[in-house]
């Protein structure tokens, strides 16, 4: 009960009045931060559905070009040809913050600006399947690395919006119904206080009243 927990004066009635001020604000704050964040992440659900399906396709052809390739070159031959690549990635990580959440950013740089680069091999003794599966792979790279990116913001976004929801209903459920709750107690305290002081304020000047009386009378 709250009459078990705290002390009903004035000076407890402006500190939960003020606690209650800021638990609403907070409330709606969080709120809108939670629905924003619902919003921006089904955005990018969207965004990886259709990527993902793009980056299995792209995998998928290029899966069919090695194979190709393997009906008409022999594995030497193949493994020889990729065993020393031209071409070389590095790829920076940053952040960005959305709605509190720093989210990944990947960008990557080729060593050479040279597309022909990613092919490492002479093109006398290889197939033109082999050409077809490297470049499916070097086309769909930028996509993988959107998608490993885009799904880690999820995972991200998806912990905080879990956090943000917690924190609303535990301000609309518990702290904000239960500072209503003690200060509406306070509020009836303090009302019943004053009136047993105003009831013994009353009777002492009755008192005083009927004493000057009797006085009056006995002169």
Known sequence: MAGNTIIPTRMELTRLKKKLVTAVRGHK?????????????LDLVKENKALREKVEQGIHNANKNFVLAKAVMQDEVINTALLAPKQSVSIEVSEKNVMSVNIPVFNYKTRTPDSNDIY???????????????????????????????EKSCQ????????TR?????????????TQKNIKYITMKLDENERSTQIRLMKVKEMLYKENIEKKMAE
Do not use: W
Not at 167 to 178: F, Q, S, W
């Open 29 to 41: 704050l969080l709120k809108d931060k939670r629905d924003e964040l619902m919003r921006q992440f």
């Open 156 to 163: 991200l976004m998806a912990s905080e919006i879990e956090k």
């Open 120 to 150: 490492s091999y002479g093109f006398a003794n290889t197939s033109c399947d082999l050409d077809d599966a490297v470049k499916s792979l070097a086309d769909i790279f930028p996509d993988m690395l959107k998608l490993a990116e885009i």
């Open 166 to 178: 917690r924190r609303v209903n535990a301000l609309e459920h518990v702290v904000i119904p239960e």
